[in-house]
């Protein structure tokens, strides 16, 4: 008789009426051979509403601002993002961190491509900052860029992270 080795990783999805993911359930060898499932529900506009089910997280919950952009995210009762200010070209400017404790992310743009041009992370009561610039080649990649590992697609990884949107740019 043989034994029926367990697949090493199983996932399941289910979608709503829009075609997007409302369900997952997960198994890995890892987590006891139950299945974690994690759930999510929508603004009318398609913006995350909630995330639920994360192992060892509180509910996530989104805020919109009055364009329907995300404006402000609390896992539970505490907020992760505070505040979040745009440009007049729907560019993530300010974010606020966390619950008004000073902490902020702040990004510049070209007035003329909309491309990022600096940004400023700033943390901590006596408030430490990092400041980075970019450039870009003729091919519309971040030539330079101050860290790499916080950047992602020209634009700030906190913020492509918080925004939980694609990547812009084309590979």
């Not at 999510?40 to 509403?49: D, L, M, P, Q």
């Not at 995300?70 to 974010?95: F, K, R």
């Not at 430490?128 to 790499?148: C, F, V």
């Amino acid at each position: 008789m043989h034994a029926t080795a367990r697949p090493f990783v199983d996932e399941w999805f289910s979608y709503d009426a829009r075609g997007q993911m409302a369900d997952m359930w997960e198994s890995t060898p890892h987590d006891g051979g139950g299945y974690y499932h994690t759930t999510a529900s929508y603004f009318a506009n398609g913006s995350v509403n909630t995330l639920a089910g994360i192992p060892g997280y509180s509910t996530d919950t989104y805020g919109l601002d009055g364009e329907g952009r995300p404006y402000s995210l609390m896992e539970g009762t505490t907020y992760v993002i505070h505040d979040t200010s745009y440009t007049a070209a729907s560019q993530p400017w300010v974010v606020d961190v966390g619950a008004a404790t000073g902490d902020s992310d702040n990004y510049g743009y070209d007035s003329k491509t909309g491309r990022m041009t600096n940004w400023t992370f700033t943390v901590g009561s006596t408030p430490a900052s990092q400041t980075g610039t970019l450039t870009w080649n003729p091919k519309w990649d971040a030539a330079k860029a101050g860290d790499r590992r916080r950047l992602q697609c020209g634009r700030g990884a906190d913020v492509q992270l918080w925004l939980r949107r694609p990547c812009p740019i084309g590979n």
